[in-house]
T-cell receptor
Framework: GAVVSQHPSRVICKSGTSVKIECRSLDFQATTMFWYRQFPKQSLMLMATSNEGSKATYEQGVEKDKFLINHASLTLSTLTVTSAHPEDSSFYIC??????????????FGQGTRLTVV | SQQGEEDPQALSIQEGENATMNCSYKTSINNLQWYRQNSGRGLVHLILIRSNEREKHSGRLRVTLDTSKKSSSLLITASRAADTASYFCATPPDSSYKLIFGSGTRLLVRP
């Protein structure tokens, strides 16, 4: 199956700093990528839809100035957690769907990033 | 936001037994998908069932879809310890491209 690579897998940062997470589709083009957040033993909550060449679409309640998304190419989307605080500590996962036949196709997920803000 | 609920929230069975998980959703859909997540890892796609399908099989997996009840079930037959994971249903609500996940079922298969 298609591969989505997410980096880094783990990051520990100090409160007040910013952290960038990368999501790459390795063998297909993804006009749309998705960023999720997951708390321990809970489901994935969609944060935003990343659109190549245009602004991201954020879900209700997600601060767009806090979670900056850039989708500069068909294979790369980045999520930057700005001025991180301990409550931003979570597991962040990206996913991508192939631009061809997107409606009834599966999504491919990155390995996730465990963010710990101290 | 979450699309719906899954039950049970947690399920513990003996190796060799069958495991059944149920998912309910709220909006109209084009398809429903099931994913598996090992602890602390990304998600792996298991099976996709389209809205005009009622049942689908893949190896030891059997998925049903009842659009009139807005519900789906995932059956894992002859479970193995390696099936221990969290299982999520996901749907693209109202023909959108995004996937919204259910609350998930944590399955433990005891050797």
């Amino acid at each position: 199956g298609a591969v989505v690579s997410q980096h880094p897998s783990r990051v520990i940062c100090k409160s007040g700093t910013s952290v960038k997470i990368e999501c790459r589709s390795l063998d297909f083009q993804a006009t749309t990528m998705f960023w999720y957040r997951q708390f321990p033993k809970q489901s994935l909550m969609l944060m935003a839809t990343s659109n190549e060449g245009s602004k991201a679409t954020y879900e209700q309640g997600v601060e767009k100035d806090k979670f900056l998304i850039n989708h500069a190419s068909l294979t790369l989307s980045t999520l930057t957690v700005t001025s991180a605080h301990p409550e931003d500590s979570s597991f962040y996962i990206c996913s991508a769907r192939d631009r061809k036949g997107i409606m009834n196709t599966e999504a491919f997920f990155g390995q996730g990033t465990r963010l710990t803000v101290v | 936001s979450q699309q719906g609920e899954e039950d049970p929230q947690a399920l513990s069975i003996q190796e060799g037994e069958n495991a059944t998980m149920n998912c309910s959703y709220k909006t109209s859909i084009n398809n429903l998908q099931w994913y598996r997540q090992n602890s602390g890892r990304g998600l792996v796609h298991l099976i996709l069932i389209r809205s005009n399908e009622r049942e689908k099989h893949s190896g030891r997996l059997r998925v049903t879809l009842d659009t009139s009840k807005k519900s789906s079930s995932l059956l894992i037959t002859a479970s193995r310890a390696a099936d221990t994971a969290s299982y999520f249903c996901a749907t693209p609500p109202d023909s959108s491209y995004k996937l919204i996940f259910g609350s998930g079922t944590r399955l433990l298969v005891r050797p």
